[in-house]
């Protein structure tokens, strides 16, 4: 038996056929570019049919599709909420993925990229064997995976982990409302920004991100100017580094995790500061926890989410 694993991401859309081991038979990748609303359900439409096409002329049968989206999942109405996606507010996603799945003995699963993410870490990558673990994803936003005792936690209403929203800062500032303060300052959107805040603001400031217009920086852009001793790249990681370690120191304090898995794209080149995150996380946690876990980057790299996805397929359809 085999599954189709969809990661549909803020910016990209990563899909994957998957034997019941966990290895990847078939990959497509495309950008969503501009594309909301009905729009962007077709382009995720299409992969399902250009994959179920790939499994028929290979003679692989397809149980079932898992499909991670960056937001919530509501299974009582099959739509999603997708902030990064514009026209996603109540989108109708699993009605989209149906209409193009002739077979139904085919089952279909949606689920929000924080649970595919510890899912997939469990699965294949460095959470194996692990009860207790937090998958942490840094990427265009931020979110965490959290298992506890084995159990994904899901919350009341399926937003548990959507730690972006952590208080961790004073006081208030109007612009936390759209993203969460944690997800303001240490996101890879954050970084990107509050590098280009602090260009706008600095008259004096002639690094290297001055050549960029401050509307086009890129967190990748700031690591490469860090690499370069830019000041103001400085400023922003430093910054980031204190945020990455009082999450740590949080999410530790509440779970007592045995791991906390970095993943997404900003670790990625963040992942060299895994030893002083955790330097900071040592300041502000419980004292015994903090000395029980483990921070670890992502063996799965950014493709964490997309084997959850295609682990749920397998899962729910009964082939696993």
């Not at 034997?19 to 497509?28: A, P, R």
């Not at 382009?43 to 179920?52: E, P, Y």
Request: proline letters at 3%; a negative charge; glycine letters at 12%.
């Amino acid at each position: 038996m085999y599954s189709i694993g969809i990661d549909l991401g803020g910016t990209k859309i990563s899909s994957a056929i998957f034997d019941h081991e966990g290895s990847i038979i078939s990959k497509n990748l495309v950008y969503i570019e501009n594309r909301g609303g009905r729009e962007a359900g077709s382009l995720v439409q299409s992969q399902v049919v250009n994959l179920l096409d790939n499994a028929r002329q290979n003679n692989l049968q397809i149980s079932g599709i898992g499909i991670s989206v960056p937001g919530i999942y509501y299974p009582e109405t099959g739509k999603v909420w997708a902030p990064n996606i514009p026209g996603w507010e109540d989108y109708p996603l699993n009605n989209d993925v149906l209409s193009v799945v002739s077979d139904k003995k085919i089952s279909i699963t949606i689920d929000n990229d924080r649970v595919c993410s510890v899912i997939g870490e469990v699965w294949k990558g460095k959470a194996r064997g692990c009860r207790d673990v937090v998958s942490l994803l840094v990427g265009t936003g931020i979110g965490a995976g959290i298992m506890v005792n084995g159990e994904i936690v899901r919350g009341h209403a399926g937003v548990a982990g959507a730690v972006g929203w952590l208080a961790l800062d004073r006081p208030f500032r109007q612009e936390y409302s759209a993203c969460g303060c944690f997800e303001y300052w240490a996101s890879g959107n954050g970084i990107a920004s509050v590098a280009a805040e602090y260009i706008r603001k600095d008259s004096n400031y002639n690094g290297i991100l001055k050549s960029k217009s401050p509307e086009t920086i890129t967190s990748y852009d700031v690591f490469s100017a860090l690499s370069n001793n830019d000041p103001i790249a400085r400023k922003v990681i430093d910054q980031a580094i204190e945020f990455w370690g009082m999450t740590v120191a949080n999410l530790v304090s509440l779970f007592n995790p045995e791991k906390i898995i970095f993943g997404g794209g900003v670790f990625g080149p963040a992942l060299a500061f895994l030893d002083d995150i955790y330097k900071e996380a040592l300041q502000w946690a419980q004292p015994v926890s903090i000395k029980q876990v483990t921070l670890e980057g992502s063996s799965l790299g950014s493709e964490a989410v997309l084997y959850g996805a295609g682990h749920l397929g397998l899962i729910k359809s009964g082939a696993i």
